[in-house]
Nanobody
């Protein structure tokens, strides 16, 4: 599967942004899907995941502000980001995994496929 992320940009603190990851090659319903992010000088970190059973998971830092959703008809997974903060500034990546156990869903090594990343910059 190939993943293409889009929707990043420059916004102000408190604004909202919606990012979309479009899959091609196979239907997304086959995969567990996630968003990770990497800020300058930092490790890539887990943001959110949606498993095949449609259960969703979030990092504590984004819980209540971000919402992940999948659209099988469009073959996309989206991340709605509200109440953005400067510390949300990062390159955001979508990822997919064919076999994902619950204990590993926050680990980047558990994902087999990655999109190219899209930059989100939140100014204060």
């Amino acid at each position: 599967v190939q993943l293409q992320a889009s929707g990043g940009g420059l916004v102000q603190a408190g604004d909202s942004l919606r990012m979309t990851c479009t899959a091609s090659g196979r239907t997304i319903s086959t995969y567990h899907l996630a968003w990770f992010r990497q800020a300058p000088g930092k490790e890539r970190e887990f943001v959110s995941a949606i498993r095949r059973d449609r259960n969703t998971y979030y990092a504590d830092s984004v819980k209540g502000r971000f919402t992940i959703s999948g659209d099988n008809a469009k073959n996309t997974v989206s991340l709605q980001m509200n109440s953005l903060k400067p510390e949300d500034t990062a390159v955001y990546y979508c990822a997919a995994s064919e076999r994902l156990i619950l204990s590993s869903l926050r680990l980047k090594n558990a994902y087999d496929y990655w999109g190219q990343g899209t930059l989100v910059t939140v100014s204060s």
